[in-house]
């Protein structure tokens, strides 16, 4: 993550298959929206051992990680406007599994 905060001027994140969060490096980096990127985000290890991380990242929503369900070829969520040039989508862990 840190190559691509490095050199990069945009950024996408992809989860299973399919782009959540793009948008400029600084404002994906700094203020992740989608769970997915806040959960990539805080699993970046820290150089410094006397900087401690909490254990783990807790979201309301968690996402499913079910790689083997059939049936969502071609499902999208279109993604929304969240600042200039910054685009989330706007899915719940819920909203995936109604599906």
Known sequence: M????R???RVAVMYR????EIGPRRAVFENPQHPYTRKL???VPVADPTHRRP???LLSDELPGN???RGEE???TPLQQV???HFVARESAADVLAR
Do not use: C, L, T
Request: aromatic content about 4%; overall charge positive; glycine content about 16%.
């Open 17 to 20: 298959g399919r782009i959540v």
């Open 83 to 85: 600042g200039p040039g």
């Open 74 to 76: 071609g499902v999208s």
């Open 7 to 9: 050199i990069s001027h």
């Open 2 to 5: 840190a190559v691509v905060e």
């Open 67 to 69: 790689i083997f369900r």
């Open 41 to 43: 985000m805080a699993a």
């Open 55 to 57: 254990q783990r990242v």
